[in-house]
């Protein structure tokens, strides 16, 4: 079974600059969460779908941050404009039924 | 490789000796503890959980500590091994109608030495 594919692995931009982020969840898979990870701490929920509808965006900065999964499979996290603080790894993980989550291995972005 | 963290709190721990791994959570309403591991450059990987209702469950060469009048978890490695090396991560789950909701806390750097 593949895991979760995210794209692209690093990306470094300047501030004020836009960048978008992909995922590809587990087939069958109906709820994706988006993370951020600061350095030296743990994955913050910043968005969770079910299936297409948005279950919980509560700690999404919505001036900045946007993210949609249109067809319920895969999903798009975008940030414009970007700040020093957004530098992080963005994680995305899905989860079938019950409560595991499997985590794709992130991408790094570095903010100039 | 990439570095999970740098300034995360440290156990140093010889190959095949024992590790304890400690972490504090402050909400009592939690459904289940989960005890994470992400290596450098991975996403987290979930090693065991444990339901709010129970004080311990074991696993293969892992076994997970719950005390709820301390507000305390703790996650027993056996017999570590080089491929133990990593950031482990405490999180509490929470159970909901519209979707689970996962909560980590800081984390753990763990080194075994060879």
């Known amino acids: 079974e593949a895991g979760v594919a995210q794209s692209p692995r690093y990306k470094i931009i300047e501030k004020r600059q836009s960048v978008a982020f992909w995922c590809n969840p587990i087939s069958g898979h109906a709820t994706l969460y988006w993370y951020q990870q600061i350095l030296g701490q743990g994955p913050k929920l910043l968005i969770q779908f079910q299936n297409n509808g948005v279950v919980d965006d509560s700690q999404l900065p919505k001036d900045r941050f946007s993210a949609e999964r249109l067809k319920g499979v895969d999903s798009t996290l975008k940030i414009q404009p970007a700040k020093l603080e957004d530098s992080a790894v963005y994680l995305c993980a899905s989860s079938k039924q019950g409560y595991e989550q499997y985590f794709g291995p992130g991408t790094r972005l570095t903010v100039t | ?114």
């Open chain 2, 1 to 114: 490789g990439e570095s999970v963290g740098l300034h995360l709190p440290t156990l140093s721990v010889q190959e095949g000796d024992n590790s304890i791994i400690n972490c504090a959570y402050s909400n009592s309403a939690s459904d289940y503890f989960i005890w994470y591991k992400q290596e450098s450059g991975k996403g987290p990987q979930f090693i065991i959980d444990i339901r709010s209702n129970m004080d311990k469950r074991q696993g293969q060469r892992v076994t997970v500590l719950l005390n709820k009048t301390v507000k305390h978890l703790s996650l027993q490695i056996a017999a570590t091994q080089p491929g133990d090396s990593a950031v482990y991560f405490c999180a509490e789950l929470h159970v909901r109608a519209a979707g689970n909701k996962l909560t980590f806390g800081g984390g753990t750097r763990v080194l075994v030495k060879p």
